[in-house]
């Protein structure tokens, strides 16, 4: 039995019908590189089977108390059922692009079962039309709810189903026998939230002075900046109220093409996607007649884990920070070179005083306020009146090596992210096999047109390195 920490609880507050709070990646499997050149269902399914005891995020379901009195619990399920979660569909003909990314934004739509252990993949097969993908080629999309999607899980989860080659030679492994834990009373865990909350009043003078001491850095940081301080209020269709339904999509570029565009910029590989987003961003709203005259905005997760305990399972811990995207510069180059000096000042000032102090406020506010709070601010439509950012951008690294799962390999990685009320656009970015993708995720009703959005997000990529290449 392990209890979630403050942020990992919020995640599990948050969630809605409307608003489902899970991620995972999509990865695109070869099976030209199997011995028979096919991968069976079945074979998928066994391993599993023979892998849930890596991660234990597979067998494990949360525990809420009444009223939500305190943080959630991890505890193992005794009904656990492998093929409720592991799952198999297939696209129809053709197999192309916009069918994947239709049925995977259908996918992402639905809200996981919280009853149960909070994952499911989708075997997806039919991709006979993919652009740049071999015919014969299948997907699956693990979806994880937030909450357990912290520390090093995902690392867990790519390691229990994957291998470095296709058939390591390996020692024949036993499976170990599984029996789960015996469920804690709840006149226990309620004793323990307690205690907790007897607690809270020193956690929070604690944090007060915490506050005091924060305010006085703040004002030597904003003495010693040359940039203005982010105020944002311009207002776009994409902070408004989400609906439940998704819709997705993506491009993909070559990673040595977006390391030219970044030297030419004289910039970072992050400065040069940040730039490709709001040059998107720029194009879509222009097609729109709704381009804001101030410079829009991105909010991107930043990790607050502290370097000792990188390596330790302690769920989420993040903060964010927020970045100008350039949205009013229309030369793509020019735009690049804003954004990074305007990253540099963001990430300093994020480093320096927001990430540790807004960690430390999460952990001690008790969770019954926490649960409320988060209620009432969605009742109120709070998220939606009061404008964060425009939209959020996140960069998930692949892995430096090739990976295999039941000898197939991996030929690219992506995924979605999650958008909430008053941020309905999100931007996955990741990189895998030499190729960066940046994935795009929104409501339906905010983007009815995902296909002019991709028009966009290709247009501008193209104009970029076209501009990079001329420059060079």
Known sequence: MKQLNPIDALFVYNETNRVPMHIGPVMIYDPSTTKDGIVRFKEILDL???????????RRKLRRLPADFDSPYWVDDPNFDLEFHVRHLALPKPGNWRQLYIQLARLHSRPIDLDRPPWEVHVIEGLDNLEGINSGCFAMFIKVHHSAMGGITAGQILEALHDVEPYPKRAKETVPSWEPETPPKLSTLVGKGYLKLLKSPTKMLALGKNIITSRDLNKTQEQSDDHDPIEITAKTRFNELISPHRVMGGYS???????????????????????????????????????????????MPVSTR???????????????????????????????????TEALHSKTYANAVGADLMVNAIHSVPATLAALGSRAASAANL?????????????????????????????????????????????????????????????????PDPDLYHQCLSKEYKSLLASAKKAA
Do not use: W
């Not at 565009?261 to 709704?290: S, W």
């Open 48 to 58: 599993f089977a023979n892998n849930l005891h890596k991660a234990p995020v597979f």
């Open 253 to 299: 570029a070559q990673l040595d093409d977006i390391k030219l565009i970044k030297n030419v910029a004289g910039a970072t590989v992050n400065d040069v996607v940040l730039g490709i987003v709001g040059g998107t961003m720029r194009r879509y709203f222009e097609e729109k007649d709704e381009l804001p005259e101030e410079s829009l905005v991105a909010i």
């Open 306 to 340: 502290r370097e000792e305990n990188l390596f330790t399972d302690g769920g989420n811990e993040v903060s964010g920070i927020r970045v100008r995207l350039g949205t009013h510069i229309a030369d793509p180059l020019e735009r690049i070179k804003a954004i990074h």
């Open 383 to 447: 998220t939606a009146k009061k404008v964060l950012g425009h939209t959020g951008v996140t960069n998930v690294p692949g892995t430096p090596y090739p990976l295999y799962m039941c000898g197939a390999k991996v030929v690219r990685m992506f995924g979605p992210g999650v958008i909430t009320d008053g941020m309905g656009l999100f931007h996955c970015v990741s990189s895998d096999n030499g190729e960066v993708t940046i994935t795009f995720l929104s409501c339906r009703d905010m983007l």
